[in-house]
C-alpha cells in the first residue's frame, strides 16, 4: 500500500459515497486507475464495506453497554448464540480476565436487563460483568494516513 492508497483510503473514510472522479481529481488520477486501486484494496481486504451510519438512538437503541463475558464452556457455542441476537453489536475474544467483550444496545434499561438475563442463560456463560455506557465522546474509524507502511497482503 503506497501514499496514494493511503491517500484514496482517507478520502474514502471520510465521504464512502465519493465518486472515483472526485477520488481522482484529489490524488491526481484517472478515474479507471482510482477504480482499480479501489478494487485491488477490497480484494486485498484492506477495504472491508460500504454502508450508511445509523444512529442507534434515533432508532429506539439509545442505551450501549459492554459486557465481559466469562466462559466456562466452549467460546465457538456463546459465539453462535450472540451472534443470532441482534442487540449484540459486536463480539471481541479478549486476553484480559473475561473471555469475550459484548457491544450491546438496547432501547431502555429493562430491556437491557432482559438482554442480560438472556446472555446469563447461555450454556458454557458463568459470569458476566456490564458497563452501561453513558455517552459517546468519539468514535472513528481509523485513519490511514496516521499508519506507516502496512504489512504485505
Known sequence: MDEIDRKILQLLVHDGRMSFAAVGRAVNLSTPAVHHRVRQLERRGVITGYGARVSPAAIGLGLSGLVAVESA?????????VRAMPEVEACWSSAG??????KVRAGDPPAMEHLLVRLRELPGVERTRTSILLDTQFEREPDPAALG?????
Open 97 to 102: 480476565t473475561s473471555d469475550l467483550i459484548l
Open 149 to 153: 507502511e502496512a504489512p504485505p497482503a
Open 73 to 81: 464452556g466452549s467460546l465457538g457455542e456463546i459465539v453462535r448464540a
